[in-house]
């Protein structure tokens, strides 16, 4: 059982809560539209948004040649293996 001085705390602090959750997520949502609405509009944001995303669509593009890249050649290092291994006293 708890001591009756930290269920006093218990219960106050629970009792606070909901006001507290209510009032939180009314803060959220008002600080959530006025930076969209400022984001959005903000030509400087769009800006930088549209030079992200063609950075961001770039980099992603050559990370995708270079997979490719890698496997081609894993590919072409697993066949020269695999020969070796079928025929390991033949030099090619």
Not at 33 to 51: G, H, I, M, P, Y
């Amino acid at each position: 059982m708890l001591p009756a001085h930290s269920y006093h705390l218990h219960a106050h602090r629970s009792s606070r809560r909901p006001t507290q959750s209510f009032f939180q997520r009314v803060m959220h949502y008002v600080i959530n539209e006025v930076l969209v609405d400022t984001l959005a509009n903000s030509k400087t944001f769009q800006r930088f948004a549209v030079r992200s995303n063609a950075y961001f669509s770039d980099v992603s593009k050559k990370g995708l040649d270079h997979k490719e890249g890698i496997a081609d050649k894993s590919g072409e290092f697993l066949r020269a293996l695999r020969e070796e291994l079928r025929n390991p006293g033949s030099k090619t």
